[in-house]
């Protein structure tokens, strides 16, 4: 389902960057905080803002939230009004809530609440840092299962000028290159004769081990 209206409740870091984001990928978003300073700082970038507690049902109704495709739930602090502000979004029937969770405890009471995606924002980002402190290679990655991630590696000098078929990490640690992105544009599915240059970024997909493998022959 693409969500094409989107309600922030919480103007703090993280719905205020998420908002701004959103309104740069295009869609509309009403930015909603009860702390009338944070609202005017997001009144001209937000598409609507509006000043109201959250964890009045009274507020949120005369808002309209039942109208949006999207909510967020962006206070982390205050977790009762976290709580609050999430079961009246649910029974208002905003179709997805997103919220932002600042603990394991937070996190499971608005699992039990129904919320359709929980962000641990503070626990995601160090967990990533931290895969991206060790691995000096590694740019970004997604974890398809507890088992497979698709990694993206930048090349290193000792792989500039070799085609894959040199590199060879399907026959040597066994995860493959699914793209290639490189400065002049993205080659997907890259066949054998590919080669590798110094700006290009190695899309791989594999298990966790093989891509650990790979990461570790290539650091140089
Ligand atoms: P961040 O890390 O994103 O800055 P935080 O985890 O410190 O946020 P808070 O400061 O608790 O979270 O909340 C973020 C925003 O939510 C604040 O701007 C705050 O004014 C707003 N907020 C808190 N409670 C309510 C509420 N009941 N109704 C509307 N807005 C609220």
Redesign the pocket.
């Known amino acids: 389902m693409k969500s094409n209206q989107f309600v922030i ?7 205020s960057s998420l908002g701004r984001e959103l309104v740069e990928l295009g869609v509309e978003v009403l930015g ?4 009338e300073e ?1 609202v005017q700082e997001m009144s001209h970038i937000l598409t609507h803002t509006v000043v ?4 009045e049902e009274e507020s949120l109704r005369s808002i309209g939230v039942r109208n949006f495709d999207c909510g967020v739930v ?5 977790i009762q ?1 976290s709580i609050l ?1 999430t079961i009246l979004l649910k029974e208002f029937g905003v179709k997805q809530v997103v919220a932002k969770a ?1 603990s394991d405890l937070h996190g499971r009471v608005l699992e039990r609440l129904g919320v359709d995606r929980i962000i641990y924002p503070e626990r995601d980002m160090g967990i990533r840092v931290a895969h991206q402190l060790v691995s000096p290679n590694l740019l970004d990655y997604i974890e398809l299962s507890p088992t497979y991630t698709i990694a993206e590696l930048t090349v290193p000098e000792c792989l500039t000028g070799k085609s894959l078929a040199q590199v060879n990490p399907r026959g040597k640690y066994g995860c493959s290159v699914v793209a290639i992105n490189k400065p002049q544009g993205i080659v997907i599915a890259p066949t054998a004769d590919d080669r590798l240059e110094k700006k290009d970024v190695l899309v791989v997909i594999g298990t966790n081990e093989q891509i650990e493998e790979f990461q570790a022959a290539i650091r140089g």
Do not use: Y
């Open positions: 409740i919480g103007l703090g870091r993280f719905g909603v905080d009860r702390d944070k109201a507690d959250a964890t962006a206070i982390g602090d205050d009004a502000a600042v």
